[in-house]
Structures are given as structure tokens and as C-alpha cells.
């Protein structure tokens, strides 16, 4: 079987696991007070052009977006989301269960609409029973989304805009931030990001290593207290230098970079073959998912041959989404296997 | 430096990196679906002698904790524990954020009284105002305790009769679990604890693992959608695999057993050692925490000569209870180096 | 000025005030243990025709929801509603602030379908993924609904039906039960309501009294403890007698039928005159809240004439959507006023 | 029956179901906007010496407190309170079950000691493992204590430097608050506790109102968005009038002020029969409420001879501690009756 279905079906690039083993005996204090989660720290600020961020490590994407949004709300205010992100989709609830309602808007591609966020907002501050209504308190945007699709520099300068005008903070969920950095329709550096939102992520789990994400926070009133906030939530892991050690690898050499852009590039190549093939995409995604729209017997076929991936969802006219993940463990024997075998997958 | 303040100060055991080293570019699905994780599932439900139960990976203590005692309670319910009690002083007030109080009951040496637990349930469902109280919805125990001491057979069966007359679940927190089952003073198995307990985990973190727990859920009702609750709360781990790949190998010859009844065996050399040259224990604990009480002159001399403890609180007499750990990981030679030092500690 | 902006402008219905003062000076035990409560709730389940159901009485909607939703649902769980619900537009996020989502659902008048519903759970259940989403839990209607339609009582059965296929408690809001009830397109009695519905609530509020809800539960599961969350969310009223002798008056001599039927017929005669004089209707609704839709220019002219009335939100063709409300306080003198002065209203 | 089991056993004070009577049919705005709410307001304003805070009405005190303690915490916070207080004991985790612990310490005689709470802020804020622990947030405090208790002047003082020196807000729960300033034994003004609290409510439920409590926010931070928590818990009453009438008529001419003062008094004269019969008081309570130790004949007796009060708790030497409530609509002939019979008590 050759599995394609997300983007962490293996564990992590080799390097980490050398950096693993080698520190295995080392003593440190727990709770990412070592040395090596503080230079882990260093590093990021560094790529991100930031003096003052604080940086704290998380185990996983799900984790981190909840302790962020419920850290950020106040009771009676909810996150602005897109009906496609994840939180409002696939956390089973985890917004809600800290007591905040997940504000959803329509999209298209993915993306969050600038004008839309404003119109809710306007809509809400102007009412005069907005105290009935949830108060919208932060903006929530994945980058890349969960499309695949990217914002532009100028779609993100316009939602710091709107932000600043109703005082929401902008948080960015960047599980697959190397995959967005990597392609080469990105037009913002991670420099960028750091200077448009509040709180970011920079994902470890889909982007070579075995478990983890790089949260920074970079608005002055975010950072008080949060670690009793990562405590509180159980996330607060006791070997915290193996956060360190991983992101401290990713970090050295450009590492994160280059896994992530070869495999941006294998999955544009991915793409390619099945739009030669005559397959259309879903969505224009330039990142590593692809979501090619297929028959049942492509897929049938696809699987018989050993292949994994996810059936999305139907696409209304008999045929199926489905997307297929590129990751930094995909090899070039896979991908070439499964580009020769669209080209024969008939209709 | 030589750190004895807490059992995570080094990675895991060696054998866990080999594994996790070969097989680290296999593709397996994510989020525990894998076979290592069934694997493990098997090898701990027989070690327990359980035929039905359902085992769950989580990746630390407190948000075990968290997501076992929110799962079982209704929204009027707290959870029964001693003031002592992990959850009720060094989980940040986690169980509360789920929206549940932690009942407390007095304890003298870490363990939680029946008698005490009887009271208060009858002090509570003869009430005639009892629906302005917090109603017990279940009881939680660690074993070992935080103070190191362990409940013998007979305290596990008292306990499990009173939570029997008023259908209270009883949850046993292992966090330290093998540093009990490997103490020379145990007079339980891990088949007694299945068989008294309705919930249970055998912790990884502290006993060998470079994090995780393993979670048993023995009766029925308590199984419905755990899942779920698990994503909720952000700990369903993308690469679940890795707790399973941990879990097959800790028990896979013993070695979980091993490893904390080597270090049980050194604490108690250790404990010797201090009681040789006139120092008091705070408790009498014969798993792998020690609590000497300690003069402030020498706690300093023991830091100049570069060993790392734990001070926990003034004793009141102007000494102090202090806490020195021992893990699987502490080598002989730092054990007898702590133990010739003690022997010129003066007073 | 004569306001038609809400259902709850004057205090209550006169034969209530003087239950009050009869009663002022009497001892009686708190928290609804009272000899009032216990008729109260006597003539609510013979009109229910029930034997056995639970009342309790509550001060306000909102609250109610919350407690009920709340009291059924697991952490992970989520409830059905449509996106016009209450509970997902008007009640500030209360049942978020209590960890729980609304699933919504379009709708076109106000009523929840029942095959929308069906294919939801569908998708839920059948999805591999299903726990990284809300499990639906319960399903939540309002009746009248927040449009002033009616389910018929095909369609409560209907939703019956889907009910019992997924295992899900069907909740009905009767913040306006009384004016249900009382509209000549009603096919539903309350008997019907009891025998459909596992929960609901009479609304005293909106419909005579001075405030409070009387809420049946039917369904034997769900009557366990109770009291607890009543409690617990700080809505067991210390004179609870309050709200036992406001139900009581309500329920003697049918006048909680009266007083609405009344209301409902005031509503329809205003209905007659708005169409009469070619004004639109935003929905088809045979209750006391109707919706004409207005231009700026009749609205600014009934306004300028002292009618207060609620401006909805704006129709899309440069008109608006409006409400006026009938009430059981509303007198004939104010309704045939605002009918004559729509038959000089102009366009 | 002679009922003295609590303060709420009639309706109340007759002036006010006059006002209502009175204002019965006038159409008003909803939630507390209209003209009878803002003269109340004034008229609290007025009395409390303050100019810019704000005054909220709600219906009862476990849902008053509720909603300020979540309007003020952060989720990693906690409220100080006394083992004893209200939110501890006997409001089912309401506190808990909007996310927060209470922390608790203990007391003597109902009022919570400055010095200790300072210790524990203390051992809080310089803990190396701070973060492991909930940060304690605000202090909460009873006035009269659940005991009868009245703080002095100088031990409120003393809370308020605690609270300045940790910036802990100080919340005052006067459910009582009309018999502790008509205590002869008491030395503070409201004005003296609108200067030391930040936030504090004025009982109406237990005080002459049908229901009620105004919450007086002081400390301008508190303030923002104080309806939107309203809202969201279900709180905000529709015919926000009736809380405004009934407030409006207890604050002219005095009357909170003269019932309580005559309840007081009459309390006083109980207390009096008690010891002159020889029967021991369980607090010094110069208040509404008397706690006399009685043996199980005298409860016995007085039952049979048709008095109510509330059996406590065992004394711990065969008597038992019992609670007789004076309130606002005690008479002076009942009052009387049950002093006469003290006299033939026997032992």
C-alpha cells in the first residue's frame, strides 16, 4: 500500500530522531524550562524577525487552537472562523466546550473574506441588542487552509485591517505552514505573518516531526499568564525538551524549509498528472493537498492498486472529492508510481 | 549536576528508541488506528487479565485526568479525592475548567480514607437540601500516592465497597504505577487494580517513556464514545502510533516491571542511607519518592556538592520536607555518590 | 406612544396580582416545595394529560434552555436547531457558555425539517471520522417559532420519527405556547405536544404572567437530578411559590387559552389590515407576532404617530422587514387605532 | 405553624405589591431599560455615595453570584472565599461549573481573615511551580456572614490592603446586607462599603422584595459588556421593571433600611430568651439570624408546640446547632409566642 490519505503516516525526518537519541540520557528540568527549548525559542523569533514573542511548544494542532482562542475570549465573545475551518469543523467541539461559540462565515476557497468579517462585526456592534447576541472577540484563519489555498499578502493586510478596526486579535493556525512558505505562489514570508497576526503556529506534526507546534505570540496583552493555560489543559508536557530538541532541528539549517518545499513540489507535479489526465481539481490549491474530483471507478481502480486517500466528500454530479497528501516522507518512487499509474486511469 | 528532583529529568529507556528508530518510515494510519497500538492494547489488557476492556493512549497525566473525570461526571457531580490529591493541587484547577468541583477529604499519608468517603456521601444523599450541594459522582485515587505511600489490598477493597453501596466509579491515577507493583511493601497485582478499579492507567511518562499513558476502561458504561471525548480535548495524537510503538515495547519482557523495581530498590538504599545518618523521613514511603526532612544548612551543602531535590515545604520546626525522586533512569553511581555524601551531611 | 415591539411591555394579567396579594403574608417552605407549586403542577400534567411527568418552574426562557440543553446532553455532544433557533441567534451564546455546539440548520419559515435533520445524523454517524465532529445529541424546536409559524402535527411527527431513529430527546421552546394554542391553524393540542415531545415548556411570560416558564419533562431518563442543575444555574427562586401561583391562576378556568385565543384573533385583524392595505407579509404567520414589510417612509410615519414596533432587519429591496407583537395585555382601543391609522398609511 | 426556618417564607413588603398593583398595565421597554429601573438606580447610586457605577438588577443571589465572579475571572483563576461561604457550600459548584475553583480557607466565625488570605496569595505568586496551580483572582466575601457575622470596619480594611497589595477585585455578597447595617453591633455604612468593595450587591429576596439583588460594579474595569454576561446566563428578565419597581419602593423614605433595622432588633430580643432560658449561642450573631445549641427533647418540643427552624448540624456533644431566622415579615405576636415558650423549654 502506498498511503496518501494525510500527512503524517510516517514518523519523523531522520535528523530529529539522531538529535533524540543523541540527548537520550541527558538530565534537564521538565516543563520546557531546558536549554534546548530555549533555543528552539531563539530560532524562531529569529525566522519570524521578532525581538519580543514569547514561543511556546504544544503537543498537537487541535490542543493549540483551543488553549489559544479560549486564553484570547472573554465569556461572552466568540472566534470568526470560516464554515470550512477547522476548528468549526473537525475538533469535535473543543471551542465549545471551552464555552465560546465558533462565529462562521461562507467561503469559497477556503479563504476568510475580509468584507465579511467587517459586515458581521458592523452588524453586531451596531445592533442595538447586541448584548443578546454573542460579542465577536478574535479572528481565526488557517494558512495554508484547509483547501490547500493560501491568502495573499494582500488578503491578509486586509483582514488586519478589519481586526484593528474592531480590536480583534488575528490568530493563524500554520499546521502546514511550511507547505504555504514552500510554494511558489506564496507571496509572504514568514517575516510577513509575524507582522500582520497576533498569534501564530508554526506546525511541527504535518512538517517533519514526530509530534509538536511552535505557538508564537506576539501581542504584549496575549502572553500573561499562558503557561497556566497550557497547564490547566494538561498540555504542558513534562519532557518538554523534546519539543525543544525537534523544533531546535527543524530550525537548524533551513531543515523545515526544504523538506516542505520538495514536497510542495511533488504535489504540483501530482497535480499536473492528474490535470494532463484530463481530472479537474476542486480547488486551485498550490500546497501539498490536492483534492482531484473523481469517479468512483478511478477511485476503485486507484485503490485497488494499493493506493490510499481520502474520498472528501461528494462533488453533486455522481463524481467525488477526494484529497491526496504530499508530505516530507513521501518518496519520489511513490509519486512517480502514482503518476504513471493516473496515466492510466481511464474514466 | 545530579538531579534527583523529578522522575522525567532524562528520555526513555533505550529499547524505546530502537523501536521507534525502526520503524520510523512505515506508514501506518493516524490517530491510534495503527497496529502497534493494538498491539499494545492486547499486551496490557492481558497483563491486567482483562478480556473486555478498552485501552486508550494518552500522552500525559493531567490531561488524563482531565478527560476520564469529565467523561464519567454529570454536570451537578464533583469528583471525591484527598486534599493531597493531584487534581486537586497541581493540575491548575483542570477539573474545574470542565466545569466540576474536586470534594476533598483530609488525609494523613496520601491515601484517601473509605471511612471518610462513606461519610460524606451519606453527609450528602440524606441531606435534605441536597440539591444545593455538589453531588460525589465518583472517587480518585493515585497510587502511588503523591506522598509515595501505597494503598494496601485491603484499603483498595474498602474503598471499592463504599463506592459500590453508592454507584460511584473508582478511577486510580498509575502515574507512578510501576514504582508501586515494584515495591517490596505491595500486596497488590495489577490484576487486583483491574479487578477493584472501574477506570485505571498505568503511566509511561514517569516509568520509562519518553511520554504517555496508557488508560484501561474496564466497565461498560464508562466506554461509550470515549473518542470523542479524547479529540475534544486536543490529545488525540496525530502520530498515535508512537504511543503504541512506546507501550508494545515497555511491555514486552517485563521491562515496565524491570526498570521501576531497579529504581524502587535504589530509593530504598537511599532512604537507608538517610535514616542511617539520623534524618527523619516525612513519610514512610516505600515506592521511589523519598521525603527527607532536611535542616536549611543541609539543603545548601547537598546543593554546593551539586545534587538537584525537591524542596517541598517548611516542616515547622525550621527543617524542611524535602523530596528526592528516583526514576529507571538513575544510575548506581549517582545513587551511591547522593549516598556517601549523606554520610558527611552533618546537621 | 402604543407599543407593539414585544410580548412582555405591561406587568400581568390582573387575576394573578390578586393571587399575590391573597397570598402575600402566608408561610410557606421554599424553592417550589410549596402547596401552590404542587397545584400548579397538578392542573399543568392534567392538561398535558400526563400522569407522571416532572414540572418545574423557571423564571425566564433563556435560562430555561440552558439548563434543559444542558441537563441532556454529554460533553460531546451537540444540539439540532434551526439557524433562526433561539438558542443559536438571540440567547448570547448560553448554550456555548455551557460547552455545548448548536448544530443549525437552514430553514425556510422558521421550522426545523425533519429530513434535513435525518441527513445530518446520516452524515454523522456514518462518517469514519465521526469523533472528530459533534455527535448530535437533541434536537431543539421553538412553537410557535421565532417567525410566528406553527408546526403542524405531521411535521411534529415527523420529527418524531427521526427522533427515534437516532436515539434523540426532542425538546420543544413554548416561549409563546399559549398562542399556538390559540390560532385557528393550529391541528396540534397540548396533549399532542406532550405525547410528541420528550421536554417542553408553557411560557408564562410572554402569555400573562409576570415572568416564569412551567417546563414538562416526560421522557423517565431525563428527569434524574434535576433540581441539581436548576440550582446549580442559580434559577431556583427562593420564594418559589411565585411563580406555583402564577401557574395556578394561568391554569384555573382555562384563561392562559383565553387570554392568548384573544390575542391570536387581535394579531389576525391586524394581519387583514396590513394586507388590506397591499402590505406584504415577510411570513405567512397565524400567531400573535406578525411581519409586515414596511419602507422607511411608513415606518418613520407610524413611528412619528407614537407606534413602537421592532425594525427586523431590511428586506433586501430597499424595504424592512418588521414585527409587531400582540399580546394578551394588548386592548382593543390600541389595536383599532394602528389599524386605522395602516389604512392612511400611504406607500 | 409558626415558620422561622428562613428569611423568604412570605411574599412581600406590602408597598411593594401596591407599586406593582399600581404600574401594572403601563407599557415599558424590556431588560431593564425603563424609567422605574433608572430612578432605582439613582436612588441606590445615592445611597452608596458613589457617582459613576454601575447597578444591575438580578433575581437571586446564586445566580448574582455566579455571573460576577465569571464577569471578573480568567480561566486559570480562582475566588478566595471561606470554607464556609456560600459559593463553597451550598450553590451546587455553580462557581465550578463556570470553569473556576473556589479557593478556600478556614474560618472561625463565618468572615474570612485577611492574613490569611495574604499567606496564600503569598505562597501563590512565589511559588517556582506557580503555574501548577490555579492564581488566585478575586476574594469573595459575605456580609453578614452565613454565620450572622458582621465584618468591623477596621477587618475590611484590612481585606482591601490584601486585595490592593495582590490586585485582587473584592466582591461583597449582601443578600442580607439590609440586617447587617441594621445591626446596633455594626460600624459600617453602605457608603463605607461602596469605598472598600469593587463590586457588592444589596439583597432584595431575604430584605421585603417578592425577589431581586442590586449589584452595584464599582471599579470602572469591571463594568464593560456586564450585560452581555446577564444575557448569556439566562438572567436578564424580560420585565426588567419588576426588579425596579420593587427596588424603587424598598430605597424611599428608608424602608430597607427600618424593616431590616425592626427585624434586627426583634432577632436580638430572641437571642436575649435563649440565654436568659441558659441555652448557648453557636456564633455571637447580632443579626437576623440566632444559632442556639438545643438538645434533641428541646427540638423535639418546640416541633410539637408548631415552631420551624432549621436543624444545622451536631454540635459534636449530643446538641445540636439550629438556626432561627427573623426576617422583614416576622411579627411581633409570633415573635412573642416563641419567646414565651423558650421560657417552659425545659432541657
Not at 513521501?330 to 474514466?347: F, K, M
Request: charged residues 20%; proline residues 3%.
Amino acid at each position: 500500500m502506498l498511503q496518501f490519505q494525510c500527512d503524517y503516516t510516517e514518523g519523523c525526518h531522520p535528523r530529529i530522531l539522531e538529535a533524540l537519541q543523541h540527548t537520550n540520557m541527558e538530565q534537564t528540568p521538565g516543563y520546557g524550562m531546558d536549554s534546548y527549548c530555549a533555543r528552539a525559542r531563539e530560532r524562531i523569533l529569529a525566522e519570524c524577525g521578532l525581538v519580543e514573542g514569547d514561543v511556546h511548544f504544544l503537543v498537537g494542532g487541535t490542543q493549540t487552537n483551543t488553549i489559544v482562542i479560549k486564553s484570547i475570549l472573554r465569556p461572552h465573545q466568540g472566534v470568526i472562523a470560516t464554515e470550512a475551518g477547522h476548528i468549526a469543523t473537525h475538533e469535535t467541539g473543543s471551542i465549545e466546550a471551552t464555552g465560546h461559540k465558533v462565529l462562521t462565515l461562507p467561503t469559497e476557497d477556503g479563504t476568510l473574506c475580509a468584507q465579511r468579517v467587517e459586515a458581521l462585526c458592523r452588524e453586531h456592534f451596531e445592533s442595538p441588542i447586541a448584548e443578546h447576541m454573542v460579542q465577536p472577540g478574535m479572528v481565526y484563519i488557517s494558512w495554508p487552509t484547509e483547501c490547500g489555498t493560501l491568502y495573499s499578502k494582500a488578503q491578509l493586510q486586509a483582514l488586519r485591517r478589519v481586526c484593528d478596526t474592531y480590536g480583534l486579535p488575528l490568530y493563524l493556525d500554520g499546521a502546514r505552514m511550511g507547505y504555504g512558505l514552500g510554494s511558489p505562489r506564496c507571496d509572504l514570508t514568514l517575516k510577513d505573518i509575524a507582522e500582520l497576526c497576533d498569534v501564530f503556529y508554526l506546525g511541527g506534526t504535518k512538517c517533519g516531526a514526530l509530534f509538536g507546534e511552535a505557538l508564537v505570540i506576539k501581542k504584549e496583552s496575549l502572553k500573561k499568564d499562558f503557561r497556566y493555560y497550557i497547564k490547566q489543559h494538561g498540555a504542558l508536557l513534562a519532557k518538554g525538551r523534546l519539543l525543544g530538541i525537534q523544533f531546535d532541528t527543524l530550525f537548524s539549517d533551513g531543515l523545515y524549509y526544504k523538506i516542505c518545499a520538495k514536497a510542495v513540489s511533488q504535489a504540483l507535479s501530482l497535480r499536473e498528472a492528474f490535470l494532463a489526465h484530463g481530472i479537474e481539481m476542486w480547488r486551485d490549491s498550490p500546497t501539498n493537498l490536492q483534492f482531484p474530483i473523481l469517479t468512483r471507478a478511478q477511485m476503485d481502480r486507484l485503490t485497488e492498486w494499493g493506493y490510499m486517500f481520502e474520498e472528501s466528500h461528494p462533488y453533486g454530479d455522481g463524481r467525488f472529492v477526494t484529497r491526496f497528501c504530499i508530505s516530507w516522507a513521501t518518496t519520489d518512487e511513490a509519486l512517480q508510481s502514482l503518476i504513471r499509474d493516473i496515466g492510466r486511469l481511464g474514466v
